[in-house]
């Protein structure tokens, strides 16, 4: 579902000038994660478009934390 990663988010936050957006991830198995991504596009900025994607992965920021998440095991995501 995810790994977890030594690499935090320090290059991420210097390669993007859009403002993270925060994300709770819920997975098949009832659990839930809570963190941020970062927006690569002005003009997909909204949580729907990081969401929609095509890539099978889903990067997500958790205290700094990289998370790489299976995007087959989630079942919703809500945007706060």
């Given amino acids: 579902m995810q790994i977890k990663c030594e690499q935090d988010d320090s290059e991420t936050k210097k390669q993007t000038p859009l403002p993270p957006r925060n994300l709770v991830v819920h997975f098949t198995n009832e659990r839930s994660v809570f963190g941020i991504v970062y927006p690569a596009l002005a003009e997909e ?12 992965f889903l990067v997500l920021y958790q205290n700094s934390q990289k998370l790489i998440i299976n995007r087959h095991h989630v079942i919703y995501v809500n945007a706060n």
């Fill in 45 to 56: 900025t909204r949580v729907s478009d990081i969401i929609n994607e095509d890539d099978q």
